[in-house]
């Protein structure tokens, strides 16, 4: 088959269509657009870098493997995503650290800054978490699981899955907005 328009030019079901009949190279140009989002989301829920960058490259691996489910709904990227916080969930269900992943009580976090243009650093807010706080928001918002699936996932009940999202998102929010000064405050009132 001659190919008239660069790989780069291509969509995401074509080139996963491509790579389920046996496309390398096509599979690769999938590897080179989404890994930098799949890594991101492993750091994201907690994983340090070297175990990110083995668990994203196990997800793909996998992804290779079953490209033919790959349906375009939503992106590739979020279907690999969700494919490595398994394998991360997998990995940490074995790790003595998190065996118990019930919050042990608010813990007193630096206040995030943000640069002088007013931009803020999503990492640094979310190492602010607890890290069951931290990783239930990450499975949620990040890899796109469901509460329940969260719940299945974690050995959790629902009420605390949500419980963690809810007081993490709520951290979240305190931490990335600006802070208001008293001056501030009274410029609106007045």
Same mark, same amino acid.
């Given at each position: 088959m001659i190919r008239t328009q660069p790989l780069s030019a291509m969509h995401d079901v074509e080139l996963a269509a491509l790579s389920a009949a046996g496309g390398r190279r096509e599979y690769g140009e999938l590897v080179r657009r989404h890994s930098p989002f799949v890594r991101a989301l492993l750091r994201r829920m907690g994983a340090q870098y070297a175990l990110a960058d083995d668990l994203a490259q196990d997800a793909f691996m996998r992804a290779y493997e079953k490209c033919m489910d790959f349906r375009g709904q939503g992106s590739f990227g979020s279907w690999v995503g #969700?494919?490595? +916080? #398994?394998?991360?969930l997998r990995q940490i269900r074995h790790d003595a650290r998190y065996a118990d992943l019930e919050l042990l009580g608010d813990e007193d976090w630096q206040s995030l800054e943000m640069d002088p243009i007013g931009r803020f650093d999503l990492?640094?807010?979310?190492?602010?978490? *607890?890290?069951?706080? #931290?990783?239930?928001? *990450? %499975?949620?918002?990040? +890899? /796109? %699981?469901?509460?329940?699936?969260?719940?299945? *996932?974690?050995?959790?009940?629902? /009420?605390?899955? @949500? *419980?963690?999202? @809810?007081? /993490? %998102?709520? @951290?979240?929010? /305190?931490?990335? %907005?600006?802070?208001?000064?008293?001056?501030?405050?009274?410029?609106?009132?007045?």
């Amino acid at each position: 088959m001659i190919r008239t328009q660069p790989l780069s030019a291509m969509h995401d079901v074509e080139l996963a269509a491509l790579s389920a009949a046996g496309g390398r190279r096509e599979y690769g140009e999938l590897v080179r657009r989404h890994s930098p989002f799949v890594r991101a989301l492993l750091r994201r829920m907690g994983a340090q870098y070297a175990l990110a960058d083995d668990l994203a490259q196990d997800a793909f691996m996998r992804a290779y493997e079953k490209c033919m489910d790959f349906r375009g709904q939503g992106s590739f990227g979020s279907w690999v995503g #969700r494919i490595a +916080a #398994r394998l991360y969930l997998r990995q940490i269900r074995h790790d003595a650290r998190y065996a118990d992943l019930e919050l042990l009580g608010d813990e007193d976090w630096q206040s995030l800054e943000m640069d002088p243009i007013g931009r803020f650093d999503l990492d640094k807010a979310l190492n602010a978490l *607890s890290d069951s706080e #931290r990783l239930c928001v *990450s %499975l949620c918002h990040g +890899a /796109g %699981l469901t509460h329940e699936e969260i719940g299945k *996932s974690l050995n959790l009940p629902l /009420g605390t899955v @949500k *419980s963690h999202v @809810k007081r /993490g %998102l709520q @951290k979240l929010r /305190g931490h990335l %907005l600006p802070v208001q000064t008293a001056e501030t405050r009274l410029d609106r009132v007045g």
